[in-house]
Structure formats: structure tokens, C-alpha cells
């Protein structure tokens, strides 16, 4: 039972580079969310998705896109990479009335 | 907007003692999370609250909901070390499905 699996789990880029992190879940959940955590800061929803093809923004949604293409899947792009993106991102799922599961999370660096 | 305030954000304990640790929110809330969060891991669901009155309890620690006082508390029972790490709580909900996270506790109780 993979549950939701994140890939890469670590990366290092330099400012201006450009990633996407993968987010697969094989539980059929309709709902998708990506999390950064920051020390101090808790965990802040960056974008979330209802459903397959549709997204909208979070708390702190400037500098990343997403893309939900199939419902199993919730991709975050970084366009353009600044250090202030340093950070342990996660990806969660659920279903109504359901804890979300979150991943493994992804620990980015940018230099 | 929703927003999640938990307090305290760090407590440290000894072993066998009771607390409580306190989480408000800003606008209604149809659905309260309470996750932990050890370190360098992932989040692991402990409860999910859905209605007013609503309480929960696994081993040591309780849950309960209060949605008139916009209230969620998560209580310890006589403490034990393995019960040391960081606890969120997270609410979402009703006219749209963010799920929004507090800062975390910092739970730390020595032996």
C-alpha cells in the first residue's frame, strides 16, 4: 500500500533554475493539497485541488504553479527558483470527512 | 479566511503530569484535524473532529470540539517521553476546502 509517495525526496537548485515535484497518491481521493514547513511557521497550503483539472491558491501561492492532469496526481512547478523556497514541502490527499495522508515530503534547498 | 491559532507553541513537561494544549479558529470550521509530527518525519493523523460536542481519545490523549467557541483542545494524560514531539491542528471548511494549519506545539517531556 504505497498511500501518497513524493518524488524527489531531496534536491539542491540555484536561483533561477526551474523543478516540479510529483505528488502520487493510489487511494482514489478526489482531494489534493501541497504544504511548505518552514521552522516556526507551521505548515502553509501553498495550492489545493477538488478534483481532477481543477486547482486553486492557497495561503502562499506566488512563485509555484500546479498542475492536476489525472486524478492520481498533483505536480508543483517552481518556475524560477529564489531561496526564500527553501523548504520541506509536502503533499497530502483525503476524501470527505477523512484525515488527510500526507507524503514522505520533499526537502528543497536553493542556493 | 480562515485562520488556526495554537498555544502554547512550546511546552515542556514532566512525565505523569496533565495538559492541555488549545487550538482556536477564526471563522466556522465544519472539520478540526489534530496531527503529530516527529522529527525530521512526516505527519501522522491522530483525530478528526466533524460536529460540536464531538470527542475522541486513543491511549493518553483526548480530543474534543467546541464549534460555538470555535475551540479544539487536545488533552495529555499523565505524560509519558514517548508522547514527545509536535502537534498541529488544522480546520477546514464549510464554504470551501482549504485545510489550514495552526503553528504547532512543541511537546517535550522529560523523564
Known amino acids: 500500500n504505497a498511500g501518497v509517495t513524493q518524488t524527489p525526496k531531496f534536491r539542491v537548485l540555484k536561483t533561477g533554475q526551474s523543478m516540479t515535484l510529483l505528488c502520487a497518491q493510489d487511494?482514489?481521493?478526489?482531494?489534493m493539497y501541497w504544504y511548505r514547513q518552514d521552522p516556526g511557521m507551521g505548515l502553509r497550503l501553498i495550492h489545493y485541488?477538488?478534483?481532477?483539472?481543477?486547482?486553486a491558491k492557497g495561503e502562499v501561492p506566488d512563485g509555484y504553479n500546479v498542475s492536476r492532469l489525472k486524478k492520481q496526481n498533483f505536480l508543483l512547478g517552481l518556475e524560477s527558483a529564489a531561496p526564500s523556497q527553501t523548504s520541506v514541502y509536502f503533499c497530502?490527499?483525503?476524501?470527505?470527512?477523512?484525515?488527510?495522508?500526507f507524503g514522505n515530503g520533499t526537502r528543497l534547498t536553493v542556493t | 479566511e480562515l485562520k488556526v491559532e495554537q498555544n502554547p507553541l512550546f511546552l515542556s513537561m514532566q512525565e505523569g503530569k496533565n495538559y492541555t494544549i488549545y487550538c482556536n479558529y477564526s471563522?466556522?470550521?465544519?472539520?478540526l484535524y489534530w496531527y503529530r509530527q516527529d522529527p525530521g518525519k512526516s505527519l501522522e493523523s491522530l483525530f478528526v473532529?466533524?460536529?460540536?460536542?464531538a470527542v475522541k481519545q486513543e491511549g493518553r490523549l483526548m480530543a474534543s470540539l467546541d464549534t460555538k467557541a470555535r475551540l479544539s483542545t487536545l488533552h495529555i494524560t499523565a505524560a509519558v517521553h514517548d508522547l514527545s514531539a509536535t502537534y498541529f491542528c488544522?480546520?477546514?471548511?464549510?464554504?470551501?476546502?482549504?485545510?489550514?494549519f495552526g503553528k504547532g506545539t512543541r511537546l517535550h517531556i522529560l523523564p
Open positions: 497530502a490527499s483525503t476524501t470527505s470527512g477523512s484525515p488527510l495522508h
Open positions: 487511494m482514489n481521493h478526489e482531494y
Open positions: 485541488s477538488v478534483g481532477e483539472g481543477t486547482t
Open positions: 471563522t466556522t470550521s465544519d472539520r
Open positions: 473532529l466533524l460536529s460540536n460536542g
Open positions: 488544522a480546520g477546514g471548511g464549510p464554504r470551501d476546502d482549504k485545510i489550514i
